[in-house]
């Protein structure tokens, strides 16, 4: 991305407005006196001391990727009576895409202990059933069922369905795993091995981690999580600063669950997972991972669908982790970016487009280099792969300006409206 490539950007004209509203006069009279709107030297040194901040944990993340995801971590030599039960919970409704292939991955754990699968859907028509019940012919070793029907606990449709399956597991320790997620055989070992070795550990979760996209949403999807949310992921969890997971696989205590009073009590919330993580955070458990992916297929079928997502996410979290969702636009490449380059021209006298330029530039390597890393290999377009992040980068703040100044959201056809505590109600 070279000096002419940012005069012609989309994102250019907003470096120009930045820099052009940051030459404007700070100072204005008043009755009579001058008054300093804001120091701008100040600022200045905040915006580099920002820069300098996310630029470090750009760096964490690639040392996270180099020390646990490069090569999986091996297996722990102990005997296979060590390792306790474990119950999977894959909550189901519909048919996702890949489903067989996700479902059967729990059968192909490569796990010591003994494994209980309980498949929780609402809908004793739903087609997840016949995929569920094909795996349970094709592995009859493995004790395995479907519990249909739901206990209404509260308005988030995923607790509501997975209340039999928890009332009913026999292991203390769940894996609470989404029906669209793939996980390699051993992390379920591996995860466990975690477990054993902290006993004040409560929470192994996996990073989403995003493939094989086939629209444009899903390509715009996909670059988005297999960048800039993978690798945040990564290093805020590494900072270990406060509880950070999301809910697509995580392997928790059922009896701390029980602690903060189970699987109920979130159920009027629709950052299920994010108020779960907080709550055993508080509780004094701790939170790891794996160097395992929880993979799920890019199943965004349209462009409008992807934004649909992205305004449901940083609504959801607006009123569950308020502070960092309005920093959030912070974090991003060209809002930083044009912030950084008027800082070190008004600070230093570099020259602004150039500073953009490059700025983007050493961004966009780093990302192209930490996806081949974590994915140990190309995409299946390089080209393909770039635009969509490059379109991603430049939808980044126009999306999170629209979804910051509403308070609903759509999610399996219903409509939710957020409480300032965070829960929700259904309007229809």
Known sequence: MNTAAAHNSPSAGMLSTITHAAAISTKARVAGFRVDFFNADLVAYFVLALAAFLWLLIIISHCVLQRRYVRPRPFVDRPAEHYPPVTIIRPLKG????????????????????????????????????????????????????????????????????????????????????????????????????????????????????????????????????????????????????????????????????????????????????????????????????????????????FFEYCSRRIRWVRTRKYNVTFATFYEPLTESILLGALTSWALNHLYGFNVYSTFSTFLSCWFALDMLFFYRINHGSPQSWPWFAFSWICREILALPLWLVAIVGDTVTWRGQVFRFHLNGTVEVLK
């Open 95 to 302: 048919l996702d895409l890949g489903l067989r292939r996700t479902l059967e991955s729990s059968f192909r754990q490569e796990y010591p202990g003994v494994v209980e699968i309980l498949f929780a859907v609402e809908d004793p028509d739903d087609p997840s059933i016949g995929v569920a019940n094909e795996l349970i012919e094709c592995y009859p070793k493995t004790r395995a069922r479907v519990l249909i029907g739901q206990d209404n606990v509260g308005i988030n449709p995923k607790i509501n369905n997975m209340m039999k399956a928890f009332a009913q597991a026999h292991s203390d320790l769940l894996w609470i795993c989404d029906s669209n997620v793939y996980t390699d055989s051993g992390t379920l070992r591996r995860s466990v091995d975690l477990l054993l070795d902290n006993k004040r550990m409560g929470v192994i979760h996996h990073v989403v981690f995003s493939e094989a996209p086939a629209t444009f949403g899903a390509m715009l999807d996909n670059a988005f999580l297999v960048t800039n949310h993978c690798r945040m992921y990564l290093a805020i969890n590494a900072v270990g600063i406060a509880s950070c997971l999301t809910g697509k696989s995580n392997i928790y205590y059922k009896s701390a669950l029980d602690n903060v009073g189970g699987l109920a009590a979130f159920g009027h919330y629709l950052a299920e997972d994010n108020m779960i993580g907080q709550a055993l955070w508080h509780s004094g458990w701790g939170h790891t991972m794996t160097g395992d992916l929880a993979r799920q297929p890019a199943d965004i079928g349209s």
